[in-house]
């Protein structure tokens, strides 16, 4: 039986990573990219808590986290489109203006 | 003692026959991508008045070994500037998903062997209580290799079948699962097996209790959706002949591009053993007992798969437009609509 | 202990795969370790007694969502990220923001790893006390339809609402 405490280890580093990720990168998709990376970690740390108090609301937290997680990757991948057709490029520090 | 040895003994017999059962389906499943290359240009043949393969053999049955050892011998060769790792990593993926998939997917009823074990075993690699959604979602990393083999090949022709494969699977595939929950909503259940041991016996003594003839609608669309899936005309626009040279594997050749007609192939009979599981009732059937279930099951297969051949050879492409078209806005809707009043007919049935 | 091992070797794979997707500059390679890195994940949960939520996982997460950002990536022909001009500079050296983020990402890792040693009852075996058969489907069908019908309504709206905005965020200027 693995201790609890190393799943919330896994999912702190993991969102860790994806913090780092989205403070570092300079591309945009990479950027979602890691905050798909925290939501996961979020979720593995909502499942572990919820086997370990014997319930099913953790994973149906999850459930949630992930039609949310599409909801997001859809618009923000719309939103990148959009972007790209206008700049020809995908580095944040390129869109500054507020229009254009 | 003695016991203790006699129950580990007993246990790896077990694993023994369940290896067994596993190197079993995987050898069936390259036969079957074999045979399913020879069915369909002798099928094909016959439907445009001609023989089809005729020379390598007797009535051209080696076809099959002989078109494997052309393909070993020609030079693997890798386009200039493509991206070495993903492009001999996509056709590796696109065949081990296709393998995986299979699985979960039970064909038989308990058996003995003919007697030649004491317990019956479980034909089928693994039973998981999950075990429609496993199959749902192993063959949708199938789309990874296609889409990595047209991207990395560095041709705008690969690319454009990638691109058209990714955007046509993720639309068939809420067809696809739609038409699955329905018959999930019926058999009360996620796993195959159960599933099939619920469409057992008869109505009034004489209509099998398949599913098929409670989800005539479904059926049609699983059947339909699952073309689309499995690239296959009239839906084979990631490889196009005559508007993108070969699609997703114009670059490829020699060993790597044979294992995407194979994944091709047994993603068909993937699709085909899901269809007699879900809709056909699996292994029960009319005359044979049970135990002898496994010949229903290949035959029903079998079926299904000339059905595939069929429609190929005699329905023209879509236009991509209209693949489009008709997946959101007919296919879509009707097995919504489809769902619901699934839904509505186990409650009432319940109440 | 085969357990403890798949542990580790996924939580290994999970936590890897992920450092990758933001340790290189080719969007393509990022989009497919984070792949590798779900499947990981899917296998943590199977661990945990979550089937469906693993499947769900390489369903929605690594089936659907992974494949729209690859179809973004290919659609934008990964563009690879620019070398900003301070790229081969010292790490200390760059301009401030870049060191603060990463700065700020270390103070995360060290604050989360003092809450899970300060906290208490992190040390027991996981499901060790767990009566509830949490890992069928059945029963966590009756508290999403129930408990959460609300929550799983109002999701569906806002799923609906992506959708549209999608479409119109998506649409070409110009076209009707």
Redesign the interface.
């Known amino acids: ?10 999912s ?16 945009l ?2 950027i ?3 905050v ?2 925290m939501l ?1 970690a979020v ?2 740390s909502f ?2 808590f ?8 953790g ?2 937290i ?3 986290v ?10 923000g ?6 972007l ?2 206008h700049r020809e ?3 944040p520090d390129a869109f500054t203006s507020l229009k254009w | 003692m003695i016991v203790v040895d006699f129950v580990v003994e007993d246990m790896d017999l077990r694993l023994l026959v369940q290896l067994g059962v596993i190197a079993f389906t995987f050898l069936m499943l390259i036969n079957a991508s074999a045979l399913l290359v020879y069915a369909e240009r002798k099928v094909m043949g016959f439907m445009q008045q001609r023989y089809g393969p005729y020379r390598v053999g007797p009535h051209g049955l080696l076809q099959p070994l002989a078109d494997i050892l052309k393909l070993l011998m020609k030079e693997e060769l890798t386009p200039k500037g493509a991206d070495r790792w993903l492009f001999t990593l996509a056709p590796i993926l696109a065949v081990t998903a296709a393998f995986a998939a299979f699985a979960t997917v039970p064909f038989g009823a308990e058996t003995t062997l003919f007697g030649l074990l004491d317990e019956p075993v479980k034909l089928g690699v693994a039973d998981i209580n999950v075990g429609v959604l496993v199959v749902f979602a192993l063959t949708s990393m199938g789309v990874y290799g296609i889409v990595l083999a047209g991207w990395s090949s560095n041709s705008k022709y690969s690319l454009l079948g990638g691109l058209r494969s990714s955007a046509q699977m993720i639309s068939y595939e809420l067809s696809y699962a739609t038409a699955l929950s329905a018959v999930i909503l019926l058999a009360e259940s996620l796993s195959l097996r159960v599933t099939v041991d619920a469409q057992a016996g008869y109505w009034f003594g004489v209509i099998p209790r398949w599913y098929v003839f409670l989800q005539p609608v479904g059926f049609l669309i699983y059947m339909t959706a699952a073309i689309a899936e499995t690239n296959r005309a009239p839906f084979d626009f990631p490889e196009a002949e005559q508007e993108l040279v070969a699609g997703y594997n114009t670059e490829y050749s020699s060993v790597r591009f044979a294992l995407f007609p194979q994944a091709e192939y047994i993603n068909m009979t993937t699709a085909a053993a899901v269809a007699t599981d879900l809709y056909l009732g699996g292994w029960h059937g009319p005359f044979l007992p049970v135990e002898y279930g496994w010949i229903w099951f290949l035959v029903k297969v079998g079926a299904i798969l000339f059905v595939y051949i069929w429609v190929r050879w005699t329905v023209p492409r879509y236009r991509y437009d209209q693949l489009m078209q008709f997946g959101w806005k007919w296919l879509f809707p009707a097995s919504v609509i489809n769902l619901i009043a699934t839904a509505a007919l186990v409650l009432s049935l319940n109440a | 202990m085969p357990e403890t091992l798949v542990f580790y070797l996924l939580s290994a794979i999970a936590i890897g795969a992920s450092a990758l997707v933001i340790g290189q500059r080719n969007p393509m390679y990022s989009v497919l370790l984070l792949i590798a890195s779900f499947g990981a994940l899917a296998g943590l949960y199977i661990q945990l007694q979550a089937p469906f939520v693993a499947v769900a996982q390489i369903i929605i997460y690594a089936g659907a969502i992974m494949v729209l950002f690859l179809f973004v990536v290919m659609l934008l022909n990964a563009p690879q990220e620019d070398a900003a001009e301070w790229d081969r500079t010292h790490p200390l050296r760059r301009p401030t923001i870049s060191r603060f983020g990463g700065l700020l990402a270390a103070l995360l890792v060290v604050q989360l790893a003092w809450a899970l040693l300060s906290a208490r009852g992190v040390e027991a075996p996981v499901g060790a006390g767990a009566v509830a058969d949490t890992g069928s489907v059945r029963a966590l069908g009756r508290v999403l339809f129930s408990e959460y019908v609300f929550a799983f309504e109002a999701t569906s709206v806002l799923i609906l609402v992506a959708m549209l905005g999608a479409v119109v965020l998506a649409r070409r200027e110009g076209e009707s």
């Open positions: 039986m693995i201790p609890l405490g190393h799943y919330l280890f896994v702190a580093v993991l969102f860790a990573i994806g913090t780092a990720g989205v403070f570092l990168r300079r591309n998709i990479t979602l990219l890691s798909e990376i996961n979720n593995l499942v572990a919820g086997r370990q108090l014997g319930t099913v609301d994973q149906i999850v459930f949630f992930m039609t949310v997680a599409a909801a997001e990757a859809a618009v991948l719309a939103i990148v489109i959009a790209f057709r490029s995908l580095n």
